[in-house]
């Protein structure tokens, strides 16, 4: 099945861009994901790319998919202090939309 | 348009008890899942279903049962629980184009003593 890595943290001044980055394990997948989680909230699409692009681009956020390092990467652009959460990405296991496979999460903590 | 509601937001159960975790949404959306969202380790599948009266096992599902007798409901029920199961519990419901379309409750945070 699918497993997914992440890094757990990653702290950036405001202003500067910040990149998170994931590996995964299988390649089945349609879609990859990434989601983020405020503080006690539940989990937010941010955005997805679909497998067979290289990038994709959505106003401050940029992901870029290696496909053949198995690596997703989220890049924002300006980070503001709002962008503070947790982002994950996620994977389908065995290609199945409705079957996510999450990574651990990477904090991004914005300093002023 | 409420998405996706989960009830309760917090519960303390002892060890050995059973409750049920409600997760309701009004999209009428065909997929619902139930995930577990543990330190270090992000969220794990633990039942999903594709559809009323379809339901099936994720990564995680022993400890756990769910019904699916209505497309807007998918209880979760702990049937014994247990301090392994404490743990934040997030439903999750997607539309016919699968999981791009996904929304998140807003999570039940279960202690198990």
């Known amino acids: 099945g699918e497993d997914v890595e992440q890094s757990l943290f990653l702290s950036v001044r405001e202003g500067d861009s910040s990149v998170i980055n994931c590996t995964y394990t299988d390649s089945s997948s349609t879609y990859l994901y990434w989601y983020k989680q405020e503080p006690g909230a539940g989990l937010q699409l941010l955005t997805y790319i679909f497998s067979n692009m290289d990038m994709k681009q959505d106003q401050r956020l940029t992901v870029l998919l290696n496909k053949k390092d198995k690596h997703l990467s989220l890049r924002i652009a300006d980070t503001q202090t709002g962008d503070s959460a947790i982002y994950f990405c996620?994977?389908?296991?065995?290609?199945?939309?409705?079957?996510?496979?999450f990574g651990t999460g990477t904090l991004l903590a914005v300093q002023p | 348009n409420a998405g996706v509601t989960q009830t309760p937001k917090f519960q303390v159960l002892k060890t050995g008890q059973s409750m049920t975790l409600q997760c309701a949404q009004d999209m009428n959306h065909e997929y619902m899942s139930w995930y577990r969202q543990d330190p270090g380790m992000g969220l794990r599948l633990i039942h999903y279903?594709?559809?009323?009266?379809?339901?099936d096992q994720g990564e995680v599902p022993n400890g756990y049962n769910v019904s699916r007798s209505t497309t807007e409901d998918f209880p979760l029920r702990l049937l014994s629980a247990a301090p392994s199961q404490t743990s934040v519990y997030f439903c999750?419901?997607?539309?016919?184009?699968?999981?791009?379309?996904?929304?998140f409750g807003q999570g039940t945070r279960l202690t198990v003593v």
């Open positions: 279903s594709v559809g009323a009266g379809i339901t």
């Open positions: 996620a994977g389908e296991d065995g290609g199945a939309t409705n079957k996510l496979i």
């Open positions: 999750a419901s997607s539309g016919p184009r699968g999981i791009t379309e996904a929304f």
